[in-house]
């Protein structure tokens, strides 16, 4: 007996292929079983692409802690705790804030405080003003993220950037800036 085995080779991307495809993520998302949301990924900056959580090392730093970073020649210092005021509307002064990511304030859209906080109980539902732009930022309560005892007590929101912040960004319904191009530069939304 004579077995004939047929090979068919053809491109994954080819019409045929791509309609069935389409077809089926099109009934998927009208039955529920998918869905399009916004969720903070682990960007590279020198392939740009998403890098699967399991391919990133996480690690929880305890103070200020030099790491090697690819492309610096030397450690650079992780950690740092920086503090910087807010002023605030209607002339009520100025909110400080502690963060040891200073760069992403260009996309702040919130400053969150420990709603029993007796330091800004006088400022819930007040906002502060940000000092590039006007961006008006709300002080919200989150007993979730602040600890009153850390930092100053006020604590910064960039929900677009963050991942603590993404989940106080969507209880919080805040905005979500990204202030970052595709190879790590600042874009037109962190200022000019």
């Not at 004939?4 to 039955?31: G, H, I, N, P, W």
């Not at 930022?137 to 912040?165: Q, Y």
């Not at 969507?170 to 939304?189: A, C, P, Q, S, V």
């Amino acid at each position: 007996m004579l077995l004939l085995l047929l090979y068919v080779q053809c491109f994954t991307m080819d019409e045929q292929r791509s309609k069935a495809v389409t077809e089926a993520f099109v009934r998927l998302y009208k039955d529920g079983l998918i869905y399009r949301v916004h969720r903070l990924v682990n960007w590279d900056c020198t392939l740009r692409t998403a890098i699967f959580d399991i391919e990133v090392d996480h690690e929880d730093l305890k103070g200020e802690t030099p790491l090697e970073v690819p492309g610096y020649r030397s450690p650079v210092q992780f950690g740092v705790l920086i503090s910087f005021a807010y002023p605030l509307e209607e002339g009520l002064g100025e909110i400080i804030v502690a963060t040891t990511w200073i760069e992403t304030m260009l996309g702040d859209t919130a400053i969150a405080v420990h709603p029993q906080d007796g330091r800004y109980k006088h400022l819930h539902g007040k906002y502060a003003l940000h000092p590039f732009n006007g961006r008006k930022l709300k002080i919200i309560c989150d007993a979730e993220l602040v600890d009153p005892s850390f930092g100053t007590g006020a604590v910064k929101i960039t929900p677009a950037h963050d991942p603590n912040d993404f989940k106080v960004g969507e209880r919080h319904n805040l905005e979500f800036i990204n202030i970052f191009t595709d190879d790590g530069k600042i874009n037109e939304m962190g200022g000019s």
